[in-house]
């Protein structure tokens, strides 16, 4: 199994510039998340979902909208890159609520 | 506001010496995770627990439920086990919670050779 998987690894945008950070796993796990890592704060919930055509808010969800076609794909997309958005992004999954949790190798997101 | 507290925020450790982490948290829960942060940037879980203790290896987990205080003991340590390591905790379902996770800020931990 390749687990969960981001692309791209690195990201540069302009302000204004959209794109989608792509997350796939191929462990059939229902429950999908994406999270933004920034320095000296916990990695806070951007959006989930809880399997295919269920999504719902996280914590810090301005600015990002999320799909869930399948059960192996929970892309993200950035609307209107802004500066507050350069961070590190992780997509992880777990089998239900209760499973443990698989993190993908994250994407490095800078915004000029 | 449930939060999640772990210290301390930075350890630095010689060889071989025993390190502990410990993370607390302010409501009940349903689950603990302890995450390892690599200095790559990859994380990977290391435990999940709800009561008493787990072990794997060199590294030991510990929780105790009335207290709302969680530990990560690592036995015999070594410079590979450098890394940034993550408390998380899970709340039950209902009242708004569908089981997401809340995470600690990490703790640095520093091993010397």
């Known amino acids: 199994n390749a687990g969960v998987t981001q692309t791209p690894k690195f990201q540069v945008l302009k302000t204004g510039q959209s794109m989608t950070l792509q997350c796939a796993q191929d462990?059939?796990?229902?429950?999908m998340s994406w999270y933004r890592q920034d320095p000296g704060m916990g990695l806070r919930l951007i959006h989930y979902?809880?399997?295919?055509?269920?999504?719902d808010q996280g914590e810090v969800p301005n600015g990002y909208n999320v799909s869930r076609s399948t059960t192996e794909d929970f892309p993200l997309r950035l609307l209107s890159a802004a500066p507050s958005q350069t961070s590190v992004y992780f997509c992880?999954?777990?089998?239900?609520?209760?499973?443990?949790?698989?993190f993908g190798p994250g994407t490095r997101l800078t915004v000029t | 506001k449930n939060e999640v507290e772990q210290s301390p925020q930075n350890l630095t450790a010689q060889e071989g010496e025993f390190i502990t982490i410990n993370c607390s948290y302010s409501?009940?829960?349903?689950?603990l995770h302890w995450l390892q942060q690599h200095p790559g940037g990859g994380i990977v879980s290391l435990f999940m627990?709800?009561?008493g203790k787990k072990k794997h290896g060199r590294l030991i987990a510990t929780i105790n439920i009335q207290e709302k205080h969680s530990s990560l003991h690592i036995t015999a340590s070594h410079p590979r086990d450098s890394a940034v390591y993550i408390c998380?905790?899970?709340?039950?379902?209902?009242?708004?919670?569908?089981?997401?996770?809340?995470f600690g800020k990490g703790t640095k931990l520093s091993v010397k050779p």
């Open positions: 409501v009940g829960i349903s689950a």
């Open positions: 627990l709800s009561s």
């Open positions: 992880a999954s777990r089998r239900d609520t209760a499973g443990e949790q698989y």
């Open positions: 998380a905790v899970r709340f039950p379902m209902g009242g708004g919670s569908q089981g997401n996770l809340i």
């Open positions: 979902s809880v399997g295919a055509g269920i999504t």
């Open positions: 462990m059939n796990h229902e429950y």
